[in-house]
Nanobody, 124 residues
């Protein structure tokens, strides 16, 4: 059973930084990538970033390019999302998810397992 546990959320002022962590365990053999998503109240879940295991190829939503960085620590089985220059519109619940599709992507349907989420609030 895959288990994903997010941490690192909190409240920060605009322009600040946070680093989210996604600790993973129990991977099936066919899990190929981890993604970060976010969902604000009344809005659809939005893909933010993904990282593919092995080659560490990454992809980002246009809204976070240049501000967010996804990375992985294979020893700790943890994926990180470094978020810099945060804006109020980044406020949301952030989720990590694991997927196995042949062609990864930042759409929720490409992910098989989800964490419970961590809240990020950006406000002055």
């Amino acid at each position: 059973q895959v288990r994903l546990v997010e941490s690192g959320g909190g409240s920060v002022q605009p322009g600040g930084s946070l680093r989210l962590s996604c600790a993973a365990s129990g991977y099936p053999y066919n899990i190929r990538y981890i993604g970060w998503f976010r969902q604000a109240p009344g809005k659809e879940r939005e893909g933010v970033a993904l990282i593919i295991f092995g080659g560490a190829n990454t992809a980002y939503a246009d809204s976070v390019k240049g501000r967010f960085t996804i990375s992985q620590d294979n020893v700790k089985n943890t994926v990180y999302l470094q978020m810099n220059s945060l804006k109020p519109e980044d406020t949301a619940m952030y989720y990590c998810a694991a997927g196995s599709a042949v062609v990864p992507g930042l759409w929720p349907y490409k992910y098989n397992f989800w964490g419970q989420g961590t809240q990020v609030t950006v406000s002055s």
